[in-house]
């Protein structure tokens, strides 16, 4: 039923803690799920500083960005700039590069207050690494959700329970949040054995669940096995996030790179100690520079 348990390790970014989930040293990814981040929960006082973090370069990859509380300002080198609040998801798919910054806009750092969400990266598959960067915000009607018995699910992505949210993926894979209140038993999307997703896990965001006979808490990713159809109960209020997908192949991540090949990311790193890659308009006035 259950394959692995993976506990979050705690970093710190500078004033902020995240933690840690994935890349894990015997679990690289779940389907194309190669970094998964849980941010807080954090409460930051008035003036303190907040979500700081300098413009930096991503290649062959996608990252979601989705809050439970809080406001994160996204600026990149495409031109966009796009507050995301709860409920909402940025998606930006890096391809050939991308370079952008994530922040704490200055009313919000005045007044401060909580922070504390997921962020993901997506692999992308074979034929797709190099694609032309972009950008896409969605808010709440592009994500379908349910409602029902102490339940509340959202779609965060791709395809699950007959529903598809509207953000654009590259690959197979599924996103689900749940709020859970106690007592509340759901189950995740099939498995392989039920025509669902090869490869699935369950985050623990907030609160405790019981799985297959055992107690997970905050901060555990429980990784199912293939064909494990498990039902989840809410020993107290909860927030889960369930993931899954299928495999695209063996991916190298260095830094901020994501690649299929040493060569891709050698290329990325000459780039970005060089110079070569834009920083955006509205935020070029530093960055995070090449790790030693």
């Given at each position: 039923?259950?394959?692995m348990?993976?506990?979050?390790?705690?970093?710190?970014?500078?004033?902020?803690?995240?933690?840690?989930?994935?890349?894990?040293?015997?679990?690289?990814?779940?389907?194309?799920?190669?970094?998964?981040?849980?941010?807080?929960?954090?409460?930051?006082?008035?003036?303190?500083?907040?979500?700081?973090?300098?413009p930096?370069p991503?290649?062959?990859?996608?990252?979601?960005?989705?809050?439970?509380?809080?406001?994160?300002?996204?600026?990149?080198n495409?031109?966009?700039?796009?507050?995301?609040?709860?409920g909402e998801?940025?998606?930006?798919t890096?391809?050939?590069?991308?370079?952008?910054?994530?922040?704490?806009?200055?009313?919000k750092?005045?007044t401060?207050?909580?922070?504390?969400?997921?962020?993901?990266?997506?692999?992308?598959?074979?034929g797709?690494?190099?694609?032309?960067?972009?950008?896409?915000?969605?808010g709440e009607?592009d994500?379908?959700?349910?409602?029902?018995?102490?339940?509340?699910?959202r779609?965060?992505?791709?395809?699950a329970?007959?529903?598809a949210?509207?953000?654009?993926?590259?690959?197979p894979?599924?996103?689900?949040?749940?709020?859970?209140?106690?007592?509340?038993?759901?189950?995740?999307?099939?498995?392989?054995?039920?025509?669902?997703?090869s490869e699935?896990?369950?985050?623990?965001?907030?609160?405790?669940?019981?799985?297959?006979?055992?107690?997970?808490?905050?901060?555990?990713?429980?990784?199912?096995?293939?064909?494990?159809?498990?039902t989840?109960?809410?020993l107290e209020?909860?927030?889960?996030?369930?993931?899954?997908?299928?495999?695209?192949g063996?991916?190298?991540?260095?830094?901020?790179?994501?690649a299929?090949?040493q060569a891709?990311?050698?290329?990325?790193?000459?780039?970005?100690?060089?110079?070569?890659?834009?920083?955006?308009?509205?935020d070029d006035?530093?960055f995070?520079?090449?790790p030693?």
């Amino acid at each position: 039923m259950i394959e692995m348990v993976i506990d979050a390790r705690r970093k710190d970014l500078g004033g902020f803690e995240v933690g840690r989930v994935l890349p894990f040293p015997t679990r690289r990814m779940i389907g194309p799920f190669i970094f998964l981040d849980q941010m807080g929960p954090a409460e930051f006082a008035p003036g303190a500083d907040a979500i700081n973090v300098r413009p930096h370069p991503h290649i062959g990859l996608s990252t979601l960005t989705y809050l439970f509380e809080g406001e994160i300002m996204h600026r990149d080198n495409l031109g966009v700039t796009q507050a995301i609040r709860p409920g909402e998801v940025n998606w930006m798919t890096a391809g050939k590069g991308i370079v952008h910054s994530e922040r704490t806009d200055p009313l919000k750092k005045s007044t401060g207050g909580p922070m504390h969400g997921m962020q993901a990266w997506i692999a992308l598959p074979d034929g797709a690494e190099d694609i032309d960067p972009s950008f896409d915000h969605h808010g709440e009607d592009d994500l379908p959700a349910y409602e029902n018995g102490g339940l509340f699910a959202r779609l965060v992505a791709g395809e699950a329970y007959g529903a598809a949210a509207k953000v654009k993926t590259s690959s197979p894979l599924f996103y689900v949040h749940w709020e859970m209140q106690e007592g509340v038993r759901t189950a995740p999307p099939p498995g392989k054995g039920s025509g669902g997703m090869s490869e699935r896990a369950l985050f623990v965001a907030k609160g405790s669940i019981e799985v297959a006979d055992r107690t997970f808490h905050a901060g555990q990713m429980i990784v199912l096995e293939p064909h494990a159809e498990p039902t989840v109960k809410a020993l107290e209020g909860s927030t889960v996030m369930a993931l899954g997908g299928e495999p695209i192949g063996e991916r190298l991540i260095w830094w901020n790179f994501v690649a299929s090949s040493q060569a891709r990311i050698d290329a990325a790193k000459a780039d970005w100690k060089a110079g070569r890659m834009a920083l955006p308009h509205e935020d070029d006035l530093e960055f995070i520079p090449l790790p030693e």
